[in-house]
């Protein structure tokens, strides 16, 4: 397993992280001996980097997290979220902190290395985003008088949190723009894949609200850790239809037109791997600028799959170069 630096904060994490969401299951509803082995078998790959959320099955991804790490004596780099709701809005900043501590409570740690805003940041308040998880909240609620950055200060003060970082999955971006340039957050987290690079490049994608006005690349500029999910767009770039027993629902629109396209990178699966895993994470360490690909771990064996991909290192430049032919044209089925 190789490491990269998490931007400024010179935390040094696996390039592949465990990822603990609702999408893969495992650490929601697996069995509790499978998400012990699936753990130990990433910390013996070199995989230290473990992502997980309270809004994960309803606080159950924390907890099954903590117990697991602490059945093993492990103690890796553990990132978590945050995600206020509208009862939050009248105290947002005390919202934050009682979070992180249930967070710890639930995880058994005294301190978290990194904390993500959950929120998805807009216009206006809404009671859901149009897409994440918790509330939309407005810039001011973020960045203003006790708000959700004053928030994560108080808890850094009490050494409850390390570093800080925000979401770029679904928003305004505007907001997201500003959020970034407010230098207030060490860390972003962002949907990016072989199928989606609007996060760093300008082209055509199947989705508004799926396409994110290169605030990725903004955000590497400004030195913030580049936290990438959906490196496998829940399971187009996977198994496609017949997905995991444990897995959750795909949870995006234009799921089916995802496997279509998947169709045109098959020139880059692993001989007698009828996947394309190993390719889109390949894809997502060849970017220089993200720090870690998130990879939702549903068994053992997706342990041994996602370190053997980053074993093999970045796509070679031939295959770069077809991919942004495709890319460029929106992966047309024709090209399969």
């Known amino acids: 397993m190789k490491y990269r630096t998490l931007g400024r904060t010179g935390l040094e994490i696996s390039e592949i992280g465990f990822g603990c969401g609702t999408s893969a299951g495992l650490m929601v509803s697996g069995p509790s001996e499978i998400r012990r082995a699936a753990i130990g078998r990433a910390l013996e790959r070199g995989i230290t980097l473990f992502d997980t959320a309270p809004v994960y099955g309803d606080t159950l991804s924390e907890t099954h997290l903590g117990q697991a790490l602490r059945e093993l004596g492990a103690k890796p780099v553990i990132a978590t979220k945050v995600a206020l709701e509208t009862p939050d809005y009248d105290d947002l900043a005390g919202g934050v902190v009682r979070s992180i501590e249930g967070s710890l409570e639930r995880l058994g740690v005294d301190v978290l290395p990194i904390v993500h805003m959950h929120n998805r ?48 999955f679904g928003g305004d971006h505007a907001s997201i723009e500003a959020l970034i340039d407010s230098g207030n957050f060490d860390s972003i987290i962002l949907n990016y894949s072989i199928l989606n690079q609007s996060a760093w490049l300008d082209g055509p994608t199947l989705n508004p609200l799926f396409t994110y006005g290169r605030v990725g690349a903004r955000a590497a ?85 996602a370190a053997d991909a980053a074993a093999r290192g970045p796509l070679n430049a031939e295959q770069l170069a077809r991919v942004e032919t495709l890319r460029a044209s929106g992966f047309p089925a024709a090209a399969n």
């Open 121 to 168: 940041v807009g216009l206006e308040r809404m009671a859901k985003s149009p897409y994440g998880s918790g509330a939309l909240l407005t810039l001011d609620d973020v960045l203003g008088q006790n708000g959700v950055v004053e928030g994560f200060a108080r808890a850094k003060r009490r050494g409850l949190v390390r570093f800080i970082g925000c979401t770029a």
């Open 221 to 305: 500029s400004r030195g913030m850790g580049i936290v990438a999910l959906r490196i496998l767009e829940a399971g187009a770039l996977a198994s496609g239809l017949d997905r995991h027993p444990l897995a959750g629902s795909p949870g995006a629109p234009n799921y089916a037109t995802y496997i279509e396209q998947a169709q045109t990178l098959r020139f880059l699966a692993e001989p007698g791997d009828p996947t394309l895993v190993s390719a889109a994470i390949r894809f997502g360490l060849s970017n220089p600028g993200v720090s870690t690909v998130l990879v939702g771990i549903s068994d053992v064996t997706h342990v041994d799959a």
